[in-house]
């Protein structure tokens, strides 16, 4: 079975400071992994996905994922945060049967100006 | 927009009751997902079905069902409702719903209120 651990549920940045958004996943094959972004009221919409190719991802709105298989983590980065960028995040992991998503606890990012 | 169209955005209704959520893929997907988002169990896979057939079940209770229609759209039946079933419901979709690569889609979701 495969689990997403995302380390804080809450984190505050200033505008134009780096983000970092933590995960971890545990997963007993080789893994996919995804983060997603949901604004309030909205669904979830794909930042990046880790399909086994490059391991450092490059997704929409500046951000970037790197996939470190020692560390069984896949952390989202973002190098200068705009206001924008509040919501929440969620990183998942595939599974096995029929590709169903397990995703991780979310994190909400707040930007402060 | 993600292309994955979901009705009603908001039902409201009462313990003991029966209500249907539609989902309509994006155009060429084969396969939907159902997840519930709820505040204490999360994000949390529920169905999924590949071309009518079901192909992967989750935590879904037996209260509830689910299927795909032959123009692919999908419906997700819950009855016997209780509180604790008020969530955010999405429904997602892919390509082929076999490949690890495929990306899901997910619509705007039916936020059910039980009271």
């Known amino acids: 079975a495969q689990s997403v651990t995302q380390l804080g549920s809450h984190v505050s940045v200033s505008e134009g400071a780096l983000v970092l958004l933590r995960c971890n996943y545990s997963?007993?094959?080789?893994?996919?992994l995804f983060w997603y972004v949901q604004y309030p009221n909205q669904g979830l919409q794909l930042l990046l996905k880790?399909?086994?190719?490059?391991?450092l991802v490059k997704g929409i709105n500046g951000f970037e994922a790197e996939f470190k298989k020692s560390e069984t983590s896949f952390h989202l980065t973002k190098p200068s945060a705009h206001m924008s960028d509040a919501a929440e995040y969620f990183c998942?992991?595939?599974?096995?049967?029929?590709?169903?998503?397990?995703f991780g606890g979310g994190t909400r990012l707040m930007v402060k100006p | 927009d993600s292309g994955v169209t979901q009705t009603p955005k908001h039902l409201i209704t009462a313990t003991g009751q029966r209500v249907t959520l539609r989902c309509s893929p994006r155009?060429?997907?084969?396969?939907v997902y159902w997840y519930q988002q709820s505040l204490d169990q999360g994000l949390q896979f529920l169905i999924q079905?590949?071309?009518?057939?079901?192909?992967a079940k989750g935590n879904i209770l037996e209260r509830f069902s689910a299927q795909q229609f032959p123009d692919l759209h999908s419906e997700l039946n819950l009855s016997s409702l209780e509180l604790g079933d008020s969530a955010l419901y999405f429904c997602?979709?892919?390509?082929?719903?076999?490949?690890?690569?495929?990306?899901?889609?997910f619509g705007p979701g039916t936020r059910l209120t039980v009271l």
């Open positions: 880790y399909t086994s190719a490059a391991t």
């Open positions: 997602a979709s892919s390509v082929t719903g076999t490949s690890g690569t495929d990306t899901q889609y």
């Open positions: 997963s007993s094959v080789p893994p996919y």
């Open positions: 155009s060429g997907d084969l396969s």
């Open positions: 998942a992991v595939k599974g096995n049967a029929g590709n169903m998503l397990t």
């Open positions: 079905y590949y071309n009518g057939e079901e192909r």
